[in-house]
């Protein structure tokens, strides 16, 4: 005889499994009708809540990285980037980063707070004294620092795009870059005593090792190609 076990969940669950044997005939076992009908149930997803609320608190006017042009998906251009922030503890301050696509070059900088104005006057910054040919785009993720995106399209005339909520993987060039500096700076790191050697460091690790993506070439080298190449031209 059946004899269901104490939780009610655990009952059904045994139940149905045994009754799902019977009916293909790998039991012979026969079970008692259940007294209630089995709610349809649906698969659970953790990421329900997440989802759900992507669309909460978008940032005003950002444009989705759907519209960016698709040529910058080839890596065939230099200037295009991708900007993200890595945090420090509380309080200590942040690095932002800008990965430049085409040659994984980065720059990088230390801000002392989160806030909006402070990120985008960073990333001006950063970026300013290249050649306009070396400002075309530049893609971020949806973190209210970037709230001032507008700034930074303004000063640089670069075209700013936004990943969607939860595909880091459409800015994966920075955030591979990005666990290159932690091996540095690891969570848990307070960032308002970082030293100018680590800031050396870190830049050394990103940019001075062959890759071999760039033909072992090093991130600095294949840029600042570029720009010689440019300015040879423009001469």
């Not at 026969?30 to 989802?51: G, I």
Request: aromatic share 8%; charged share 30%.
């Amino acid at each position: 005889m059946f004899e269901p076990p104490r939780r009610r969940e655990t009952i059904y669950k045994e139940y149905y499994g045994r009754q799902k044997l019977a009916l293909a005939g790998k039991s012979g076992e026969e079970l008692p009708p259940l007294t209630m009908r089995r709610k349809n149930r649906k698969a659970r997803d953790r990421n329900a809540k997440k989802y759900r609320s992507a669309g909460r608190g978008k940032i005003p006017g950002r444009v989705d990285i759907g519209k960016r042009p698709k040529t910058v998906e080839s890596r065939a251009r230099v200037g295009n980037y991708e900007g993200d922030l890595i945090n420090g503890l509380p309080g200590t301050g942040n690095l932002v980063t800008v990965a430049e696509r085409m040659t994984r070059f980065v720059l990088f900088a230390h801000v002392a707070t989160k806030e909006a104005d402070a990120v985008a006057g960073a990333i001006i910054g950063l970026l300013a004294g290249l050649p306009r040919s070396f400002l075309n785009t530049l893609t971020f993720d949806n973190g209210k620092e970037f709230a001032k995106f507008g700034q930074i399209r303004q000063a640089l005339g670069i075209e700013v795009y936004f990943a969607k909520p939860y595909h880091s993987w459409e800015r994966g060039t920075n955030e591979n870059r990005n666990g290159i500096v932690r091996k540095v700076l690891p969570k848990g790191r307070p960032f308002g005593d970082i030293t100018g050697e680590e800031m050396r460091r870190i830049d050394r690790m990103l940019n001075d090792r062959p890759l071999k993506c760039l033909n072992w070439r090093t991130p600095r080298e294949a840029f600042t190609e570029l720009l010689r190449r440019y300015l040879l031209k423009a001469a």
